[in-house]
């Protein structure tokens, strides 16, 4: 059985220099080390990281002049990685994580050694005292973190990807800048036959936070939940995930200003293209729906 050949991405605005630091750190400490390392600088210009902190593998940096956003940095990894031709597997992970295992790596290797379907994985988000946020689970409602499977969406700040699923699916939709990229990729690959397994025991430590720590959460937020919709759902579902949703905002928001910004990004996403539309076929929806996520909520 061939083994996977493994890149790390990773996408930084050059503002966590200590946590980037730390997270290279721990992806050298693996057991089984990554044939390639690539990491963007979205945005600013990146540091020599190589010698100073003894990574293995070729590793690589990028500096791109303005901040693509999280979505367009790891297109501008996946793009380098492509050109390299050499590897099958990236595993993208957030600036500011962490990897507590030294046996990450090596796990996601046996994974998709094992599945030659397997799409994406995905990892468990916990902070320092091992807490994972509710919304950090991939599945509806409340839900036990350590209940592993296969799923219909991951999380964006510690998952694996199958560079073979990335050549029939598309890359990230680099438009969105952040929020609802994973769904959109998620329902591409799931719509093109290809699985997406949540296994909790693949941690990525990583500080607790709130998305709405982002001046434009709700504007973006909005937009983007709208363009996805729009590029990715059957026309009859569309009505009822957007009016499922708009519900749901209202009981759950509590700031003025934070509904006239969401507001204002729901007409930007109705009034503006949502780029390419390729919906999501029906025995799709109805896969989703008996994984537990149906995609009008």
Same mark, same amino acid.
Request: proline share 6%; glycine share 10%; net charge positive.
């Given at each position: 059985?061939?083994?996977?050949?493994?890149?790390?991405?990773?996408?930084?605005?050059?503002?966590?220099?200590?946590?980037?630091?730390?997270? %290279?750190?721990? =992806?050298?400490?693996?057991?089984? /080390?990554?044939? +390639?390392?690539? &990491? $963007? !600088?979205?945005?600013?210009?990146?540091?020599?990281?190589?010698?100073?902190?003894?990574?293995?593998?070729?590793?690589?940096?990028?500096?791109?002049?303005?901040?693509?956003?999280?979505?367009?940095?790891?297109?501008?990894?996946?793009?380098?990685?492509?050109?390299?031709?050499?590897?099958?597997?990236?595993?993208?992970?957030?600036?500011?994580?962490?990897?507590?295992?030294?046996?990450? %790596?090596?796990? =996601?290797?046996?994974?998709?050694? /094992?599945?030659? +379907?397997?799409? &994406? $994985? !995905?990892?468990?988000?916990?902070?320092?005292?091992?807490?994972?946020?509710?919304?950090?689970?991939?599945?509806?409602?409340?839900?036990?973190?350590?209940?592993?499977?296969?799923?219909?969406?991951?999380?964006?700040?510690?998952?694996?990807?199958?560079?073979?699923?990335?050549?029939?699916?598309?890359?990230?939709?680099?438009?969105?800048?952040?929020?609802?990229?994973?769904?959109?990729?998620?329902?591409?690959?799931?719509?093109?036959?290809?699985?997406?397994?949540?296994?909790?025991?693949?941690?990525?430590?990583?500080?607790?936070?709130?998305?709405?720590?982002?001046?434009?959460?709700?504007?973006?937020?909005?937009?983007?939940?709208?363009?996805?919709?729009?590029?990715?759902?059957?026309?009859?579902?569309?009505?009822?995930?957007?009016?499922?949703?708009?519900?749901?905002?209202?009981?759950?928001?509590?700031?003025?200003?934070?509904?006239?910004?969401?507001?204002?990004?729901?007409?930007?996403?109705?009034?503006?293209?949502?780029?390419?539309?390729?919906?999501?076929?029906?025995?799709?929806?109805?896969?989703?729906?008996?994984?537990?996520?149906?995609?009008?909520?």
């Amino acid at each position: 059985m061939a083994q996977p050949r493994i890149a790390v991405a990773v996408v930084t605005m050059g503002n966590r220099p200590a946590e980037v630091d730390a997270l %290279l750190e721990s =992806v050298a400490k693996q057991d089984v /080390a990554p044939d +390639r390392i690539v &990491i $963007v !600088g979205n945005g600013c210009r990146l540091p020599e990281f190589a010698r100073r902190l003894s990574l293995p593998g070729e590793v690589t940096t990028i500096d791109v002049e303005e901040n693509l956003g999280c979505p367009g940095g790891r297109n501008v990894a996946l793009a380098r990685l492509r050109a390299y031709g050499d590897i099958d597997v990236v595993v993208e992970l957030d600036d500011d994580g962490l990897l507590v295992d030294a046996d990450v %790596l090596r796990r =996601v290797r046996e994974l998709y050694a /094992a599945d030659p +379907r397997l799409g &994406i $994985v !995905g990892f468990r988000i916990a902070d320092e005292h091992g807490e994972t946020q509710q919304r950090h689970v991939p599945r509806v409602g409340k839900s036990d973190p350590m209940r592993g499977g296969y799923v219909t969406g991951f999380l964006g700040g510690g998952h694996a990807l199958r560079m073979e699923m990335l050549a029939e699916t598309g890359d990230w939709p680099d438009a969105f800048f952040f929020a609802h990229e994973e769904t959109d990729l998620a329902w591409r690959a799931a719509d093109a036959g290809w699985k997406i397994r949540y296994v909790p025991e693949l941690l990525l430590q990583h500080p607790k936070t709130s998305p709405a720590r982002h001046a434009i959460y709700y504007r973006v937020n909005a937009r983007n939940r709208v363009w996805l919709v729009r590029r990715r759902l059957p026309l009859p579902l569309i009505p009822v995930h957007l009016g499922v949703w708009t519900l749901l905002t209202l009981a759950r928001t509590r700031s003025a200003a934070g509904l006239r910004a969401w507001f204002g990004g729901f007409v930007e996403g109705l009034r503006e293209s949502a780029g390419e539309r390729r919906p999501m076929r029906w025995r799709t929806v109805w896969r989703l729906t008996r994984l537990g996520r149906p995609p009008v909520i």
